[in-house]
């Protein structure tokens, strides 16, 4: 009798252990599509918004904001196609587009990021005109053709904008942890949980990653391969397989780390609020002529606005990557925060003064004489390019 007790013991053990294999293994779980958590996206409120302005306009900014149009619908249609692609993935994921984070005077616009059961996928949309080829040290070159003329030119990676994504990401997860020890737990797993993708969307350009590096190509893919490519590193990672509630828990605290970002339109409105009836004021050339008749050129002071127009025409947008780049490389090399070399507050005084010298650098919110003497030839290098 005990031993038929103890054969019924030990089969019944097994069989709870087996159920509770199969329960982690996931065969329970109802999810078995992809889910949205967030399809809206920032970019069309803004395109449509500069589609309204751009009749509107001065003249002097017409070209300025049709290029903004321009590379907007590019991008916006690049996205689509990756929303499409995910949407027929057919495999469990949770899906949030067009993230906006800011974590330790960083910030990241994420283009998407997918969350399945074993990594979290960081994806950077790229909708490039030409051909892409990737060299050993990474650069990324554009092969195109332009009123017949063959056009070679650099990119910025998209690789190294996808890092600084990822970090702004890690530093935001890091405020959720309460102890040392699980910081430690987390960065320790970080680069092993967290996976950055660069996606080409343009389905007509050809990627060539012959030369380029193991890590770099893993890490760049084409639109039309992104399934298969998650499909891939699921097969292949040992992580733990997290169950519906585990799941949908760490998509929505991703989620929660998203902030709306306003878009600032004050140049455009100012411009478009110059209609002719401000023009009148020149009825002063109505005055008796007399030897102050220099008074009315006073007035209009065409030279501040000169100014604008000389720094307009570096891309704003193109200066804030450089300096972001730039910030997160000295970070590491010196192991400290991004923000202790500057924050974002002190990177728009930056770039608003756009000073040309170490001497015009020290007016710039945050920079003293230390910090100029550091860091100041390659930030005023950054500025002039």
Do not use: W
Not at 209 to 235: E, F, G, S, T
Not at 272 to 298: H, N
Not at 335 to 350: G, T
Request: one cysteine or more.
């Amino acid at each position: 009798m005990p031993f038929r007790f103890c054969t019924f013991s030990k089969r019944r053990i097994a069989a709870v252990k087996s159920i509770e294999g199969v329960l982690k293994m996931g065969l329970f779980d109802k999810m078995k599509e992809p889910v949205f958590l967030k399809e809206a996206t920032s970019t069309r409120e803004h395109l449509e918004k500069l589609e309204e302005l751009a009749p509107k306009v001065d003249p002097s900014m017409k070209k300025q904001i049709e290029k903004e149009i321009k590379l907007l619908s590019i991008g916006l249609f690049g996205e689509d196609n990756i929303a499409f692609e995910l949407k027929n993935s057919g495999m469990p994921m949770y899906i949030m587009r067009d993230l906006y984070i800011e974590a330790n005077g960083l910030s990241a616009q994420i283009d998407y990021i997918i969350v399945t059961r074993k990594i979290i996928f960081v994806v950077e949309c790229k909708n490039l005109i030409g051909d892409i080829d990737i060299d050993r040290e990474g650069n990324f070159i554009r092969k195109y053709k332009l009123f017949g003329k063959s056009v070679k030119e650099g990119i910025y990676s998209p690789v190294t904008q996808n890092e600084r994504h990822l970090e702004v990401i890690r530093q935001k997860r890091l405020e959720t942890k309460g102890n040392i020890l699980t910081k430690t737990l987390f960065n320790k797993n970080f680069d092993n949980n967290y996976q950055s993708v660069v996606v080409l969307a343009n389905p007509k350009s050809v990627l060539n990653v012959r030369y380029a590096n193991k890590d770099i190509k893993k890490q760049v893919i084409r639109a039309d391969q992104l399934n298969r490519y998650i499909k891939d590193k699921l097969d292949k990672s040992k992580n733990v397989t997290a169950n519906d509630r585990e799941f949908e828990e760490l998509a929505n605290s991703l989620l929660s780390m998203h902030q709306k970002k306003e878009f600032d339109y004050s140049k455009y409105v100012m411009a478009a609020a110059k209609t002719p009836a401000e023009k009148p004021e020149r009825k002063v050339e109505s005055i008796p002529a007399t030897k102050e008749v220099s008074k009315p050129k006073e007035v209009s002071k065409p030279k501040t606005k000169a100014v604008t127009k000389t720094f307009n025409k570096d891309s704003k947008t193109e200066i804030e990557e450089k300096l972001k780049d730039f910030r997160l490389q000295k970070s590491r090399e010196e192991k400290i925060k991004p923000y202790y070399v500057f924050n974002n507050k002190q990177m728009e005084d930056l770039i608003s003064k756009n000073p040309k010298d170490k001497k015009a650098l020290l007016k710039v919110d945050g920079f003293g004489p230390k910090k100029v003497e550091k860091y100041g030839e390659e930030i005023l290098g950054i500025l002039s390019t």
